[in-house]
């Protein structure tokens, strides 16, 4: 059974709390945009108004930067959830019962954030792997 948060330590700010839960689903959702835009402008000959800047070659500079920034902020976040679930209870995740809000908030966002997490890492993968306007059969 879950601790109280009270018994275990104070609550967290709401602000850790939220950034636990949606950090990593926020960087997951902005690496995902960004690739598809930066792809889409470079793999579309004779774009009106194309730059020069979005080479092949640039295009996956920006996206492996975007990636790894994602990755960086989707850790982050899942370091914050798991400091919120320690802080909130002296129970190991696997046996948690969360019962209240705020350790249910904890736990569901250390969970949704180890998944966007290696989301972003598989999401990642074919920017390194396959050329830019590549395909794959």
């Not at 990755?71 to 129970?91: D, H, I, K, P, Q």
Request: a neutral charge; charged letters at 10%.
């Amino acid at each position: 059974m879950a601790m109280s948060s009270s018994a275990a330590g104070p609550s967290p700010l709401p602000g850790r709390i939220w950034f636990g839960l949606a950090g990593a689903v926020c960087a997951w959702t902005v690496q995902e945009t960004l690739g598809a835009v930066l792809s889409g402008i470079a793999c579309r000959p004779g774009l009106p108004g194309a730059l020069p800047a979005f080479a092949p070659g640039t295009v996956r500079a920006l996206t492996v930067g975007v990636s790894v920034v994602s990755l960086a902020v989707a850790g982050a976040a899942a370091l914050t959830a798991w400091a919120n679930w320690r802080g909130l209870s002296e129970v190991p995740a696997a046996d948690a019962e969360a019962e209240e809000r705020e350790p249910f908030l904890a736990l569901a966002g250390l969970f949704v954030s180890v998944a966007f997490t290696l989301a972003i890492v598989w999401a990642g993968l074919p920017t390194v792997l396959v050329a830019v306007c590549g395909t794959t059969r």
